[in-house]
C-alpha cells in the first residue's frame, strides 16, 4: 500500500487522524487515530532485497473503552481484506485507551 493509499483508508474510517502524531495544541477530542510505518521487514536472499513489507500501525485513542467505535475500525480494515493484530492499554497520563492494530502492507 502506498501513503496515498494509507491517507484514504484512514478518511473512510471517519475518525480525525494524522501520521504519527498532532501538532501540539491540535489534538481533536476522543475518538481519534493515529498511523505510523516504524519499520519494514525485507526479503531477500544472494544480497538481493526481493520485497519489502512495511509494518502499519493504527492507533485508536478513546476516553472511554467503545466496542463500537473499534468495530469502526476493524470494518474498514476487512472491507480492504487487512490482516492485523490487536492489543489494548490504558495510558494513565492521557486518560486515554490506545487500542493498537499492527498490519504489515
Known sequence: MT???IN?????IGMPFAYHHFAEG???DPPFTLFLSPGED???ADNLMYHSFK????ELYTDEKSPDTEQRVEEVLLQ???YYTK??????SEKL?????????
Open 97 to 105: 485507551y490506545e487500542v493498537l492494530y499492527i498490519m504489515e502492507v
Open 26 to 28: 491540535e489534538s481533536p
Open 87 to 92: 492489543s489494548e492499554v490504558w495510558i494513565e
Open 3 to 5: 501513503y496515498e493509499e
Open 55 to 58: 509494518e502499519l500501525h493504527i
Open 8 to 12: 484514504e483508508t484512514m478518511q473512510e
Open 80 to 82: 480492504h481484506n487487512i
Open 42 to 44: 525485507t526479503f531477500s
